[in-house]
């Protein structure tokens, strides 16, 4: 476990490097839900898909089972691809 000084600080970069909080609203944890059953997908897996749809971005992952369930849903790629898959054409 973490010391509660190394969380805040942990905190604190983030912060810096400018990662976004992103927020559910409770309609969309419905959407989660649903998402998570008819895909066969863990809420967590879910979440991450869901939000790349809701900010229309590509969702990097090295879980190859992720990326073949989760293309229905949003764009996804593996990070292995990633030096030649061309971001900036979605």
Known sequence: ???INDAWEIL???KDIGIR???FYWDE????LELAQQGRLTVYDSS???LAKKINTILVTADEDLKKKGEKIAP????RDIST???FLR
């Open 21 to 23: 909080l992103a927020n």
């Open 29 to 32: 944890l419905t959407e989660l």
């Open 1 to 3: 476990m973490i010391s």
């Open 48 to 50: 991450y898909l869901l």
């Open 12 to 14: 604190s970069s983030l």
């Open 76 to 79: 996804v790629i593996l990070i």
């Open 85 to 87: 898959y061309n971001l």
